[in-house]
């Protein structure tokens, strides 16, 4: 008899979400998605409908600033 796999986690910060197909497979694999950047606010809008707990960033700012007004709003 086999030995069951633990179960695989890890940590994405999906770069060029576009509409979330790579999300999707990294959630698949275990994955937990902690920031998506996409800079065409129509794919964010789908990116939203798709993932709607994942936080985004989207447009062209710097993703440092996202992620600093995020720690400061906490």
Same mark, same amino acid.
């Given at each position: 008899?086999?030995? $069951? #796999? $633990?179960?695989? &986690? /890890? !940590? #994405?910060? !999906? &770069? /060029? !979400?576009?509409c979330g197909g790579s999300c999707l497979g990294y959630r698949v +694999? =275990? =994955?937990?998605?902690?920031? @998506? #950047?996409?800079?065409?606010? @129509? @794919? +964010? +809008?789908?990116? !939203?409908?798709? /993932? $709607?707990?994942?936080?985004?960033?989207?447009? +062209? @700012?710097?993703?440092r600033d996202t992620i600093l007004r995020r720690e400061t709003d906490?």
């Open positions: 008899m086999r030995t $069951p #796999v $633990p179960c695989l &986690t /890890f !940590s #994405v910060i !999906s &770069t /060029f !979400s576009g +694999a =275990g =994955g937990k998605i902690h920031l @998506a #950047v996409e800079w065409n606010k @129509a @794919a +964010a +809008a789908i990116y !939203s409908l798709n /993932f $709607p707990g994942t936080p985004r960033h989207v447009g +062209a @700012a710097h993703v906490a």
